[in-house]
């Protein structure tokens, strides 16, 4: 299972946006403002085309501010802490799914034609909804720090080791 290349790549730029702006300087735009797209890209490696897409969702979501003109580019709309990985994939409109079970609608037809659940619908319903706690737990600045790593460990099975 992997999350879409659009929200695997807004996470991305989202990262080195706020790796930029914390760092200022010559990280960020001219004069330690505004960073621009093709600064992230180059940072990432991602295609510029494709950004200038993403960054619109972005934006509207309010998770950043453009400036137009010289100097221009991008800002985090609100503090790093403040922005969830989960709002993030949100924004470029891309759902979390595990499968083919998408939620209450059924992902099988019955003998009759009726919609019906296969056996494993609530497995993956289950791993979709962990999927998003876990992502909606997880900051943009937690990325930056590199406060990720160990935090989908269970207590209960580190105290059965």
Do not use: K, N
């Not at 510029?48 to 972005?58: I, K, M, S």
């Not at 993030?88 to 409109?93: E, R």
């Not at 099988?108 to 609530?122: V, Y």
């Not at 909804?129 to 937690?142: E, M, N, Y």
């Amino acid at each position: 299972m992997q999350l879409s290349t659009r929200a695997r790549y807004a996470v991305m730029a989202m990262t080195e946006l706020a790796c930029r702006e914390q760092t200022g300087g010559d990280q960020a735009g001219p004069g330690g403002g505004a960073v621009t797209l093709a600064q992230i890209a180059a940072g990432q490696q991602l295609s510029l085309c494709y950004l200038e897409q993403l960054f619109g969702g972005l934006r509207r979501a309010g998770l950043v501010l453009s400036t137009r003109g010289p100097g221009g580019g991008y800002r985090l709309g609100r503090p790093a802490a403040r922005i969830a990985v989960a709002d993030i994939v949100d924004a470029v409109d891309e759902p979390m799914l595990t499968g083919r079970c998408d939620g209450e609608a059924g992902c099988l037809l019955a003998e009759d034609g009726s919609q019906t659940h296969c056996r494993t619908h609530d497995l993956w319903i289950e791993l979709a909804r962990q999927i998003r706690l876990f992502l909606t737990g997880i900051s943009l600045a937690d990325v930056v720090a590199g406060r990720v790593a160990g935090r989908a460990t269970l207590p209960q099975l580190l105290e059965e080791a």
